[in-house]
């Protein structure tokens, strides 16, 4: 079964850093292209940026290039974003997500931004 788990969210205020974490298990991380996905309240899912299953291609949303960056450690089975110059917009849940398969979005975390 596969299960992804992400930590890391809160009440941040504006202009913080906080780090995403997403902890896999049931399949073979290493193989597998992995994405973070965001939903903000009464909003559609967006998608935010991907990282290839070797670690060396990234791909970000326009709202969060050159502030968010993704990253994975493969033996630890483990997906990161790391988020910078937080805004008031960038407030959602969290979600990691395997390749394009919506249905392996597990818990999210909040992140709430405040101005």
């Known amino acids: 079964e596969v299960q992804l788990q992400a930590s890391g969210g809160g009440l941040v205020q504006a202009g913080g850093s906080p780090r995403l974490s997403c902890a896999a298990s049931?399949?073979?991380?290493?193989?597998?292209?992995m994405s973070w996905v965001r939903q903000a309240p009464g909003k559609e899912p967006e998608w935010v940026s991907t990282i290839t299953s070797g670690g060396g291609g990234t791909r970000y949303a326009e709202s969060v290039l050159g502030r968010f960056s993704i990253s994975r450690d493969n033996a630890k089975n483990t997906l990161y974003l790391q988020m910078n110059s937080l805004k008031p917009e960038d407030t959602a849940v969290y979600y990691c997500?395997?390749?394009?398969?919506?249905?392996?979005r597990g818990q999210g975390t909040q992140v709430t931004v405040s101005s």
């Open positions: 049931g399949f073979t991380f290493r193989n597998y292209d």
């Open positions: 997500q395997r390749s394009a398969d919506v249905r392996s």
